[in-house]
């Protein structure tokens, strides 16, 4: 059958988790109709479908801009909200620049226009950490286990968690697994800790749970050798949803001591 020799070819080529990466993607698109998704280009001729998307978009156009008057009041008072916390702004300001340095030297070319030599020569560059702060570092990723690294931030007190966005074929497979997945989140209630189901995208929660299984114990230590010290998840795009995915789990774990920087993040859960 197909799936066998899927099977025997995988084994010789690819890892496991790549395999069933792959299956999980094939899968999900044989189930599209189950998800409403239909292909309108088989059910109307091409030029209909066009002049619709066209009418569709000049349609929204009109309604965004009727609403506008609406919404400046409202908008123009969040804006004063958030411009008036200050620590905020800075902090989104200021582990940006990890999210930007998590995409190594190619990122670094990319987005400055400056080339350094290697991913770690990129991250000390970019942020004016030293070597030593750096606790662990994984450049490479793999289906499910995004690149990442774990550095100390003595200026903030903080142990930083950057995850990489897409940057892989790899990463890729990461994102196209999108089933939701439920998976257990500690809460607090009057009897205290308890046990909440949540559902989160499944290649991200998978992710999440591989960089957690490298990690954590390394925080949990130097939380100990570093009183006062804050845990902090920064991530862009593929890393934001897995740092949020991650911070959700990691909650009552490092109650009050955790905070989730995402950028450009995906939906990932409910």
């Not at 582990?95 to 030297?105: E, K, L, Q």
């Not at 400056?114 to 070597?131: C, N, S, Y």
Request: charged content about 20%; glycine content about 8%; overall charge neutral.
């Amino acid at each position: 059958t197909h799936d066998r020799f899927f099977d025997e070819v995988a084994s010789k080529f690819i890892t496991k988790e790549t395999a069933q990466a792959i299956k999980n993607i094939q899968e999900i698109i044989r189930r599209f109709p189950d998800y409403g998704i239909v292909d309108v280009f088989q059910l109307y001729p091409a030029k209909d479908v066009i002049m619709s998307t066209v009418a569709l978009s000049r349609l929204q156009n009109i309604v965004i801009n009727s609403d506008k008057w609406q919404t400046n009041a409202v908008g123009d008072q969040e804006i004063c909200s958030l411009a008036s916390n200050k620590d905020l702004i800075h902090d989104l300001a200021y582990y940006s620049v990890y999210a930007n340095a998590a995409y190594g030297w190619k990122g670094g070319l990319a987005l400055s226009g400056r080339l350094h030599f290697g991913d770690l020569k990129t991250l000390v560059a970019r942020t004016g950490i030293t070597e030593e702060q750096v606790i662990d570092a994984n450049w490479h990723s793999k289906t499910h286990q995004p690149a990442y690294f774990l550095v100390r931030d003595d200026d903030q007190q903080s142990l930083v968690l950057c995850i990489r966005g897409t940057l892989s074929t790899r990463d890729v497979l990461t994102d196209l697994c999108c089933l939701a997945q439920s998976y257990d989140v500690a809460g607090v209630s009057e009897d205290g800790v308890l046990s909440m189901k949540a559902r989160a995208h499944q290649g991200m929660l998978k992710a999440a749970k591989g960089v957690s299984r490298q990690v954590e114990q390394k925080i949990i230590s130097l939380l100990d050798q570093y009183t006062g010290y804050k845990v902090v998840l920064v991530g862009h795009s593929l890393g934001a949803g897995t740092a949020a995915v991650l911070g959700s789990i990691w909650q009552e774990k490092f109650k009050g001591k955790i905070k989730v920087f995402a950028y450009g993040s995906p939906c990932v859960g409910k």
